[in-house]
T-cell receptor, first 118, second 113 residues
Framework: GAVVSQHPSWVICKSGTSVKIECRSL??????MFWYRQFPKQSLMLMAT?????????EQGVEKDKFLINHASLTLSTLTVTSAHPEDSSFYIC??????????????FGDGTRLSIL | SQQGEEDPQALSIQEGENATMNCSYK?????LQWYRQNSGRGLVHLIL?????REKHSGRLRVTLDTSKKSSSLLITASRAADTASYFC?????????????FGGGTRVLVKP
């Protein structure tokens, strides 16, 4: 159980294109999802917390107009990289935890999306 | 920003040997979690240890937590080639901080057959 699906797994597109990445919780409802960015051989950096039915909370230094997050349902959050440029090329990963009401729960991660902007 | 550091950054061992990696963090935590990442994939949860726990086991994995030193270790015993991956510690500071995870820099482990 607790499967998080991320789509697409790989995107190559031209500079200036907007790219949408989907993160779905397949067998549970996620009121909160998290979006991370990871550069090669580096750690994960939290970009934003996606809250169902409300605005996302962005980490310091992350441009909210560049990285649009929509969490319209309890099973889907989307990250749109607007007007992407080569410096936006990275590995983007989402995660969610099962809202059991119990503290100390792990997060479940999608398989990531590799974004390459030409 | 990263909560802390992992040590070593890379580790190369022979199959059957044990692998130990360490994680240090800076602030008080609710729990500390260890994750594994295969190349180009998402993260897989390994073990969660709460701030009031000192040691936890899961199969060939053993995790320790020393809150006084703000450090944790992950031991993989009798390693296998399939254990080759990057391993990350992550700290969670609880609901007040939005249950966010802050990751360490990771340890890349290579297990040679």
């Amino acid at each position: 159980g607790a499967v998080v699906s991320q789509h697409p797994s790989w995107v190559i597109c031209k500079s200036g294109t907007s790219v949408k990445i989907e993160c779905r919780s397949l067998d549970f409802q996620a009121t909160t999802m998290f979006w991370y960015r990871q550069f090669p051989k580096q750690s994960l950096m939290l970009m934003a917390t996606s809250n169902e039915g409300s605005k996302a909370t962005y980490e310091q230094g992350v441009e909210k107009d560049k990285f649009l997050i929509n969490h319209a349902s309890l099973t889907l959050s989307t990250l749109t990289v607007t007007s992407a440029h080569p410096e936006d090329s990275s590995f983007y990963i989402c995660s969610a935890s099962v809202p059991t009401g119990v503290r100390n729960q792990p997060q479940h991660f999608g398989d990531g999306t590799r974004l390459s902007i030409l | 920003s990263q909560q802390g550091e992992e040590d070593p950054q890379a580790l190369s061992i022979q199959e059957g040997e044990n692998a130990t990696m360490n994680c240090s963090y800076k602030t008080s935590i609710n729990n500390l979690q260890w994750y594994r990442q295969n190349s180009g994939r998402g993260l897989v949860h390994l073990i969660l240890i709460r701030s009031n726990e000192r040691e936890k086991h899961s199969g060939r994995l053993r995790v320790t937590l020393d809150t006084s030193k703000k450090s944790s270790s992950l031991l993989i015993t009798a390693s296998r080639a399939a254990d080759t991956a990057s391993y990350f510690c992550a700290t969670e500071m609880g609901q007040a901080a939005g249950n966010k995870l802050t990751f360490g820099g990771g340890t890349r482990v290579l297990v040679k057959p």
